[in-house]
């Protein structure tokens, strides 16, 4: 399964390894999920948790960013014509478009157009989980 992840998902992850942004990183270090990303997405990853409020060490940063790129190699996404209304969202979206993901995973999906793409962490853990 492929997925986008939005920054605060990863973030929440981290620093809760037991809620559900956590356990999505789980399903994504277990392989169950492959995470699609481009440059402007590792390079926000990369601003956020590189902000001093994380206290993260720029090797810990380095070695996140470096195993979600293992995954596949970066995306190119072209522009969308979709309203979405945070313009640092807009990558995340493109992405999703362009990669083919089956999920864009973020806690806040007010930022992006209705639809089946759009996830919260909790709904794609239920869909993670579903027997196949």
């Known amino acids: ?17 037991h809620g559900a942004p956590g ?6 270090l277990n392989e169950e999920v492959t995470v699609l990303v ?12 590189l902000r001093p409020k994380f206290r993260f060490p720029e090797d810990y ?5 470096e195993f979600l790129e293992c995954g596949l190699p970066p995306i190119t996404a072209g522009p969308t014509s979709a309203a979405i209304s945070d313009s640092d969202d ?12 089956d999920y864009l995973v973020t806690g806040n999906d007010k930022h992006f157009p209705a639809g089946q793409l759009i996830v919260s962490p909790r709904t794609f853990l239920e869909i ?5």
């Open 90 to 101: 807009i990558p995340f979206y493109e992405v999703a478009i362009a990669g083919g993901a």
């Open 128 to 132: 993670l989980r579903r027997p196949t």
């Open 38 to 49: 481009d440059d402007r997405i590792l390079s926000e990853y990369r601003d956020v948790l």
């Open 23 to 28: 356990s999505i990183l789980n399903a994504v």
């Open 1 to 17: 399964m492929r997925i986008v992840l939005d920054t605060n998902v990863l973030i929440s992850g981290i620093l809760n390894p």
């Open 61 to 65: 940063v380095e070695s996140v960013l």
